[in-house]
């Protein structure tokens, strides 16, 4: 089976938010699902879901939402995703596959492989996309074109459901990587996590900034509002991928403030030679991604 005759009898996600929703969407508009269920605890987001068409019925009970899946896609902050995992899996039919695309992975596995009966798959997945809205709303079908998902398997994964999740992936748009959990996490904590971490911090100290009376983020420009728009991000989120991925967070943490205190000491010495080495290095790296 190709990636083209992909389908999904009934598709269940629960969060139905940018990720879940996009998910949803894209997979609707490529004609790979039947019936897509709606699963959340907020009543007026999931009626927003069912009158933008992103899903087809709605519940506000896990149990009775994923009972009859053939998918179920976990897209809740990443301290809820165990705590839904343990409530659905029960219940959830024989032949049924289970994913997620929480941002951090090996705490996630650590709590969901345990409960796991023979018949129901699970197959850990960290979509790499995303923007600072959240909802319903704020979903959109292309949301994954181009990015890339990263699947992070373990000896217990099924190969079909593997296979299964990984086409859904490429159906929607995205390169699938596969790697185990521990690196993703570290990656994931310098690439992502990091950022969000120095962009919350940037905010909050220039907005404490009291030398004058008005507030000096108002004058705020292009420059400072394109680095810290990720600071308008889920607080819940953060908070929670902050908890549950603290060694690489804190590795990573440390690193750069070993980078920010060279900078800082340059700053003060007046070392301008030094300065233009720092900005070159930093501009060289940048722009080879590009």
Same mark, same amino acid.
């Given at each position: ?9 009934r598709? @269940? ?13 894209? &997979? ?13 605890r907020?009543?007026a ?19 009775e ?5 053939? %998918?179920?896609?976990?897209?809740t ?5 165990g ?5 659905i ?23 969901i ?5 023979p018949?129901v798959?699970? /197959? ?8 600072e ?20 398997p ?7 459901? &593997? ?14 990587v ?15 996590? &990091? ?12 907005g ?8 000096? %983020? ?24 902050? %908890?549950?991925?603290?060694? @690489?967070?804190i ?15 340059? /700053?003060?010495?007046g ?20």
């Open positions: 089976m190709t990636e083209n005759t992909l389908y999904i009898p598709l @269940a996600v629960v969060g139905v938010g940018l990720i879940g929703g996009s998910l949803a969407l894209a &997979l609707r508009e490529a004609g790979a699902v039947g019936e897509v269920i709606g699963i959340g907020g009543l987001n999931l009626e927003k879901a069912l009158e933008l068409g992103i899903v087809d019925r709605i519940s506000q009970d896990p149990v939402g994923t009972r009859d899946a053939d %998918l179920v896609f976990l897209a902050p990443v301290c809820k995703l705590e839904v995992a343990a409530a899996l029960p219940h959830l039919k024989a032949g049924a596959v289970l994913t997620d695309g929480g941002s951090v992975k090996a705490g996630v596995i650590a709590e492989e345990p409960l796991l009966r018949g798959a699970f /197959v850990p997945g960290h979509p790499i996309a995303g923007t809205q959240s909802g319903a709303e704020a979903a959109f079908t292309t949301l994954y074109r181009k990015r890339r998902c990263i699947l992070t373990t000896a217990r994964t099924d190969a079909k459901a &593997l296979d299964l999740v990984r086409r859904m992936w490429r159906l929607v748009g995205s390169e699938v596969v790697m185990d959990a521990e690196k993703h996490d570290r990656i994931l904590a310098a690439i992502s996590h &990091l950022p969000h971490m120095v962009a919350y911090s940037l905010v909050n100290a220039v404490s900034y009291d030398r004058y009376e008005e507030n000096i %983020l108002e004058y705020s420009a292009g420059g400072f509002r394109d680095f810290t728009r990720i600071a308008s991000s889920d607080p819940t989120m953060w908070r929670d991928i902050a %908890l549950t991925n603290r060694p @690489a967070l590795e990573m943490m440390e690193r750069f403030e070993r980078f920010f205190a060279e900078l800082k000491e340059d /700053v003060r010495q070392e301008g030679e030094k300065l233009f080495e720092f900005f070159q290095r930093s501009k060289d790296l940048r722009d080879n991604i590009l």
